[in-house]
């Protein structure tokens, strides 16, 4: 696995982690275990903010043994505007008009590219209505399309940019194709923070089954997710397949966040019976969040499993080996780590203390004892 990583530059390498990486690169292989491309990551945040060198970024990833990139795809901050003619005459430049709308799709473009010449599958999360497609405009983006058609239009556009014929490939020859076949439609309508309609089930399942119909003609061969249920994460799974979904999808997904590594078993199994007793024992599930968080004495919003920096690397030592084992047995197609990349010590939120690396002083990135717990335990498992 690590081999490939001579033919990468590794700007911003922290020493210890270079140290780590030679290691590797000398140990005996053991034999193949676990794929790869079932240990992922989340980019959001840092990632995509424009500061940081994606490139960079994704060779380390490609360093450490991820396999996959779970990228979010914020449709508010692409289509802000629904014509040309609403586009502010300062901000037009940004703007390629794609199906009549105004679209800037340059920070996804080189993010997927980047994750291509790293090797690296991208599963977008495709999520947040734009002002003039909620439902409810106050709302903003925690609110659903008003118009189903809105949602299933801009799949089509980001399908055709980088699918399989995407164009985004023809524009860029020097890049071996690595085009995207899964999509996740939304993340966790379950809570009101990301969909702002109570009886949230009925009309996720709506939305997720337009959008797996519009996939299904735009890819045959593409895989659509359902969003990640969080907390009761089985029981929303339940109340899922009661509105429905069960025809909706090709692969489940559930963000087992808890304290201790057998809770977040314990939950991915209670989402296997669920899917068992709906008739689905054979459809694949994703967990497309597993985190803990390192701001213990930070952060001032917490969920109940922070810890410290060593806390968050000792749990990813138990937890990767203990879903590597269920992978085959719990029909498990991957996991994400929330999140590779995390603002800078400072921040209010659990969440902004989860990442492998962190954003530190002066914008350097620094690497936490995670990202070697985490390169050192799919090294082992994936060899």
């Known amino acids: 696995m690590l081999l490939r990583m001579t033919s990468l530059s590794f700007p911003r390498l922290a020493a210890p982690l270079l140290a780590l990486l ?20 989340i980019g959001d945040g840092p990632l995509l903010s424009g500061q940081e060198d994606v490139g960079a970024q994704t060779a380390v990833m490609h360093a450490v043994g991820v396999g996959s990139m779970r990228l979010a795809v914020y449709w508010d901050s692409i289509e802000p505007y629904a014509t040309p003619a609403d586009v502010p005459v300062s901000d037009q430049g940004r703007f390629v008009v794609r199906d009549g ?27 947040r209505s734009p002002t003039w497609a909620a439902l409810d405009p106050q709302a903003a983006s925690s609110s659903p399309p008003r118009r189903i ?6 799949l ?46 009925p009309a996720y399942v709506r ?45 489940a997904a559930i963000h087992p ?12 199994r209670l989402a296997r019976r669920e899917m068992r007793k709906a008739g689905d024992a054979r459809k694949p599930m994703m967990l497309t969040e597993v985190t803990w968080s390192s701001g213990k004495g930070e952060s001032q919003f917490n969920y109940g499993w922070e810890t410290t920096e060593a806390g968050q690397a000792a749990r990813i030592r138990a937890l990767l080996p203990a879903l590597a084992r269920l992978r085959v047995p719990l029909r498990i197609a991957g996991l994400y780590w929330y999140t590779w990349l995390s603002r800078p010590v400072g921040g209010a939120d659990s969440f902004d203390y989860s990442g492998l690396r962190r954003v530190g002083d002066g914008g350097a990135v620094v690497d936490k004892p995670a990202l070697v717990a985490f390169a050192q335990t799919v090294h082992r498992l994936t060899r």
């Open 156 to 201: 089509r556009m980001l399908v055709a940019r980088y699918g399989p014929r995407g164009s985004l490939w023809a524009e860029h020859p020097d890049v071996k194709p690595v085009p995207i076949r899964a999509w996740q439609i939304w993340n966790e309508p379950d809570i009101t923070k990301y969909w702002a309609v109570e009886d949230w089930a």
């Open 22 to 41: 030679l290691c590797l690169l000398l140990s005996p292989a053991a034999g193949a275990k676990t794929p790869e491309a079932f240990f992922g990551v």
């Open 207 to 251: 939305l997720l089954r337009a959008a797996h119909r519009t996939l299904k003609r735009a890819d045959p061969h593409s895989k659509t997710v359902s969003a990640g249920l969080t907390n009761r994460s089985w029981v929303d799974l339940r109340k899922l397949y009661a509105a429905g979904g069960r025809r909706a999808f090709d692969i």
């Open 101 to 127: 709308i105004p679209t800037d799709l340059a920070v996804y473009d080189a993010a997927i590219l980047a994750a291509a010449r790293a090797r690296i599958t991208v599963l977008p999360v495709v999520q």
């Open 149 to 154: 058609g809105d949602y299933t239009a801009f």
């Open 257 to 268: 966040f808890s304290r201790r590594v057998s809770n977040v078993i314990r939950l991915v």
